[in-house]
Every structure is written in structure tokens, then in C-alpha cells.
């Protein structure tokens, strides 16, 4: 798996689509593949991915390294950034979806009409090819399937999701078009900032798709 960088306290992996972050039916998940490949005994996972979902992911090498991570995801002081590839147009072009998040079927969620314990989503998008608009994410909260159910909410699922787009339109994609695109964080005074786009999906990487995530390239600078 590709290495975006480490040091001493910490390894930034870009993460495959279609891979489990845990290991899951006797097939080595993420976080093992992550260990084998760095020969060392134990790596401290800070965040996950979903399966589907590809990108920047932080592994910790050792547990102090790794509160110091939970503590700064808990304080909200590490931006995220997600690319998102929908086939529908949006509701809306860019702003917020805020709202409680619950349990639906089969291992789903779906926003509620209550305002509680909200899921906050800011995003922004463009068109790519034509039936094709892509959307630069940043998850204020870090509630499961979050990005998903919030494009989702406003009529843009994202291409390739089997739980919440249409399952048959889904299949024939070549991956879920979700991806971790850029961190930016500091840890110990100094600051750390990555961005990673896309490696494959073929929505992804077709010119039209490439030239906005280019414009794109500093997304702490665009919210």
C-alpha cells in the first residue's frame, strides 16, 4: 500500500477502495496489512475508513501518540476532506447538512428531524462530464456514513455506494466514489498538511474530474 509519509510518530497510508479497515472473515483487514508492511509489531488506529472509501488514513505507533490523535479528533483540531462523485444532480450546489443521525435498515443511517447530537457536513461542488458532478467534503462531525447519507439528503448519493444509491446503478460501477483527498493537523508544534488524490475510478481520473481537483489542492483554504 502506498506510503504518503511517516516519521517516527506516526504513518499516513493511502487506503485501497473495496479493503476493510478490520480484518473480517479471515481476510486481513487494513490495519494488519499496515502492520505486515511495516515489519513492526503494532500499529494504533486514530480514525477508519469504510470499506468502500479510499484515501489519506493516520496509523499511530505508539498508544501515547495515539491519544494525543483521539484527543485532537475529539476537539475537532484535525481538518478532513473528502472527494465525492455523484450521477444526480444536487438540491443544492454547495452549503451544509446539519442534523441528528440514526439507525434505518440493513446497516444504514438516515438524517432524523431532531437536533440534538447533529451531524454537520459542509461541502462544495462542480460539474465534471456531462451526468457527473463532483463535491469537495469537509465533516465537521465524525458520525458512520456521514458524507454518504448527507449527499444522499440532497439528492446526490454517491456513485458506487450499493447502501444508498440505487443498488443496481451501484453494481455497475467500478468502485464506491468516495475518497479521504487531504488532512491538515499539528502535533507537537509542528503542522502537517498532506493531500492525495485519487489513484483509480475511472470517473476519478477522467480529465474533467482531474482539473477540478486540481483546483481544489489547498481545501483548507476553500471553507
Avoid at 66 to 79: W, Y
Avoid at 215 to 222: D, F, Q, R, T, V
Wanted: charged share 25%; glycine share 6%; with cysteine.
Amino acid at each position: 500500500m502506498n506510503i504518503i509519509f511517516e516519521n517516527s510518530d506516526f504513518v499516513i497510508f493511502d487506503k485501497p477502495q473495496n479493503l476493510n479497515f478490520h480484518s473480517e472473515d479471515g481476510d486481513a483487514g487494513f490495519v494488519v496489512l499496515a502492520t505486515q508492511q511495516l515489519h513492526v509489531e503494532q500499529l494504533y488506529s486514530v480514525h477508519r475508513l469504510d470499506k468502500m472509501t479510499s484515501g489519506l488514513i493516520i496509523l499511530a505507533k505508539t498508544s501515547q501518540i495515539a491519544n494525543s490523535f483521539a484527543n485532537m479528533f475529539e476537539n475537532k483540531d484535525i481538518q478532513k476532506f473528502y472527494l465525492a462523485l455523484s450521477l444526480r444532480k444536487p438540491k443544492k450546489k454547495q452549503g451544509w447538512v446539519k442534523a441528528d443521525m440514526g439507525p434505518s435498515r440493513r446497516g444504514t443511517y438516515k438524517l432524523l428531524k431532531t437536533k440534538e447530537n447533529q451531524a454537520i457536513t459542509q461541502f462544495k461542488s462542480s460539474t465534471c462530464r456531462v451526468g457527473e458532478r463532483i463535491f469537495l467534503v469537509k465533516p465537521h462531525t465524525g458520525k458512520t456514513h456521514q458524507i454518504r447519507v448527507a449527499l444522499k439528503s440532497i439528492g446526490s448519493p454517491i456513485a458506487g455506494d450499493i447502501r444508498y444509491a440505487n443498488a443496481d446503478e451501484a453494481k455497475k460501477e467500478d468502485r464506491g466514489y468516495l475518497h479521504a483527498y487531504a488532512l491538515q493537523f499539528s502535533l507537537n508544534g509542528e503542522d502537517f498538511s498532506f493531500i492525495c488524490p485519487p489513484s483509480d475510478g475511472e470517473k476519478f481520473l477522467s480529465d474533467e474530474a482531474k482539473e477540478v481537483v486540481q483546483n481544489w489542492s489547498k481545501p483548507w483554504e476553500l471553507f
